[in-house]
């Protein structure tokens, strides 16, 4: 894809963005669940279960304040930092004008997603009276991003940022999907993230055309240094670290004996998915390299061969 092939979605974004279409959401005082039970396994083990099931909820409500405080932190210091730098015109790769104004709506989108999250998690506390327990202060993206552009040379850094945050953006679009679907939840939490998915797809399409017209333009010896610097970042995207340290805090928050605290412990640190092709997170990435036209290049299906289908591209 060339850049004057571009289009812009400025009549998609006038016509449907959240911001201009949506009203607030407001948190249900009913019997649904506040965020579902199969994102937080701590709640289904069998200690938790046996030992402390009236403590589901206090567990779900922290587990969604996490979710909340992940979103802040995505939209406002890792996916906005690099729109507004492209819709600024700032970006070390120069894009048209069409994809800085869209790159623009990104930002302006993004900056909402957060604002409403945050009135979420307020409402949240005034229904329930539960305050968050001591939330992380960065996501796995914000180690990750670091991390690749550490291993880019001077002239790829811009293109390393763009690549890592398009991953990002592609695969947060299919998680919230799940999200939305899941009937077990309030229709506001639903609502909240039926209306973000609805943004959320047409950022991952942005920021894959964007890939596709640097990695178009890309010279040869570029693309291979790039391709050899995304399973570090897929590893360290993927890592649960910062999810395991929040668990364990929430397990020290809970008021239950000392052993059964342990017991809970070592049954969240055996819940770690392995870091390759069957992680339930490396399909979304996989799609995005194919979307991207990444994955065409042989250089990069070399260096993903660990994360791609037994049988290799399909």
């Not at 974004?13 to 607030?24: L, M, N, V």
């Not at 409500?61 to 996916?79: G, M, R």
Request: charged share 25%; with cysteine.
């Amino acid at each position: 894809m060339k850049a004057e092939d571009y289009l812009s979605f400025v009549d998609a974004w006038e016509g449907r963005a959240t911001i201009r279409t949506r009203p607030r959401r407001i948190v249900e005082n009913d019997e649904k669940l506040i965020y579902p039970l199969s994102r937080q396994p701590l709640v289904l083990s069998e200690t938790f279960t046996r030992e402390c099931p009236q403590l589901r909820d206090f567990a779900l409500v922290q587990s969604l304040y996490k979710f909340i405080n992940d979103v802040v932190i995505f939209e406002t210091e890792i996916v906005d930092r690099t729109a507004r730098s492209i819709a600024k015109d700032n970006f070390a790769i120069r894009f048209p004008f069409a994809c800085r104004y869209d790159a623009m709506t990104v930002v302006v989108d993004e900056d909402y997603h957060a604002l409403v999250a945050m009135d979420f998690m307020q409402q949240t506390i005034a229904l329930t009276g539960i305050q968050p327990i001591q939330l992380p202060l960065e996501i796995e993206l914000s180690r990750a991003i670091p991390a690749a552009l550490g291993l880019a040379p001077d002239h790829l850094r811009s293109a390393v940022e763009l690549i890592c945050v398009a991953i990002a953006e592609n695969t947060v679009t299919n998680d919230v999907a799940a999200f939305a679907k899941d009937d077990t939840v309030k229709q506001s939490i639903k609502g909240l993230m039926a209306d973000h998915l609805l943004d959320e797809g047409r950022h991952s399409g942005f920021w894959a055309r964007l890939v596709r017209i640097y990695w178009h333009a890309a010279p040869e010896q570029d693309k291979q240094s790039i391709a050899q610097i995304m399973p570090v970042f897929i590893a360290q995207y993927l890592t649960n670290d910062i999810q395991k340290s929040f668990d364990f805090v929430l397990i020290d928050s809970l008021p239950i004996e000392e052993t059964i605290k342990q017991a809970l412990k070592d049954e969240t640190q055996a819940m770690s998915f392995p870091i390759n092709r069957h992680h339930p997170l490396v399909g979304n990435i996989v799609r995005f390299f194919r979307t991207s036209s990444m994955l065409e290049s042989a250089c990069v299906q070399h260096a993903l061969a660990d994360y791609l289908p037994a049988g290799g591209v399909q």
